[in-house]
């Protein structure tokens, strides 16, 4: 038993909260990157999106292999 529980129900109503600032926070850097990048040329852009790409087929990969129950 928690010694707090309305501590505990506060932090579970806030919690969805603090998952959108950290997604907004993300997708604004992922967004200010990608214009940086663009502005460098296509060859760079090329390049980077293979490695984005291959980041995310890897951790992909490693999310389905370890979510796997025998």
């Known amino acids: 038993m928690t010694p707090y529980p309305r501590a505990d129900a506060l932090m579970e109503m806030?919690?969805?909260l603090w998952q959108l600032v950290?997604?907004?926070v993300v997708a604004?850097?992922?967004v200010v990157a990608s214009w940086r990048l663009a502005r460098r040329g296509p060859s760079r852009m090329g390049t980077v999106l293979l490695i984005t790409?291959?980041?995310i087929v890897g951790i992909t990969v490693f999310g389905i292999l370890s979510a796997r129950t025998v």
């Open 22 to 24: 950290i997604g907004a």
């Open 28 to 30: 604004l850097v992922v």
């Open 14 to 16: 806030l919690f969805p």
């Open 53 to 55: 790409g291959g980041a």
